[in-house]
């Protein structure tokens, strides 16, 4: 599968933007998905994540209440809602899937497919 991220994009702090990552290849539906984001000088870090029937949503602490992962398994898409952002959530932005069909909870080990990020920029 080929992963394509798109949507990143220059916004003021309180801004929102809205990433989404397409697929071709292969079916996401099966799959779990998750977002990444590295800002320079730190360490890969999930930023959210959501099983294959969308059932269990997982998110940074960073992010919870203003970030907002989404899926549409028929379009082969999952989005990523930012709201409010701050200049801290300037990173690189990747979506991901985890290669396990079914799996409960996305695990950075399983990752067997990963997006060209995109830059989001935040400024203050």
């Known amino acids: 599968v080929q992963l394509q991220a798109s949507g990143g994009g220059l916004v003021q702090a309180g801004g929102s933007l809205r990433l989404s990552c397409a697929a071709s290849?292969?079916?996401?539906?099966?799959?779990?998905m998750g977002w990444f984001r590295q800002a320079p000088g730190k360490e890969r870090e999930l930023t959210a994540s959501i099983t294959w029937r969308a059932d269990i949503t997982y998110y940074a602490e960073s992010v919870k209440g203003r970030f907002t992962i989404s899926r549409d398994n028929a379009k082969n898409t999952v989005d990523l809602q930012m709201n409010n952002l701050k200049p801290e959530d300037t990173a690189v932005y990747s979506c991901a899937r985890d290669g396990r069909l079914y799996s409960r909870k996305l695990e950075v080990g399983a990752v067997d497919s990963w997006g060209k990020g995109t830059q989001v920029t935040v400024s203050s």
């Open positions: 290849g292969s079916t996401l539906g099966s799959y779990a």
